[in-house]
């Protein structure tokens, strides 16, 4: 938090208080002496997830477009939105909990088709045919064969 006045970026806290989701404090420039007040926001902001793509762009992550492309995979198969719902969850978690602020394309592809193998058969294999998109007959069946069912 830097001084206003002088921009040394030291200060001590003399009065805070809350007001709905912010904190309003009183400052104390540890060089100058003079005061000021900063509003800080409570919540915790989540740093913005990128998603590398397999050209090597980037795009944000989009939740709705993850859940729509697995909506495609499940339509009429035992899973339900809240399975769909609770993958995307993970992933997001899953990134914020290891402060990653990009995740490649191929990593979230992998996470779903991890969660959809546990959750049903067909439906993981209708996201990798999509997802690895398949260039040959043999490759498919050998990732059914993989498959313990
Ligand atoms: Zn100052």
Redesign the pocket.
Known sequence: ML?P????DDSKVIDSRHFDLKIRRRRE?T????RFTTFESIETEMPELLVNKKDNTFERFNRAKLIQSMSIAVKKRPVSIMDINSIVDEIESYCSANMMSHITSAQIGEMVLDSLKKLDPVAYIRFASVYHDFSDAESFISLINELDV
Do not use: P, T
Not at 5 to 8: D, E, P
Not at 31 to 34: G, H, L, Q, R, S
């Open positions: 001084c006045y002088c921009g040394f420039c060089k100058c002496e003079k």
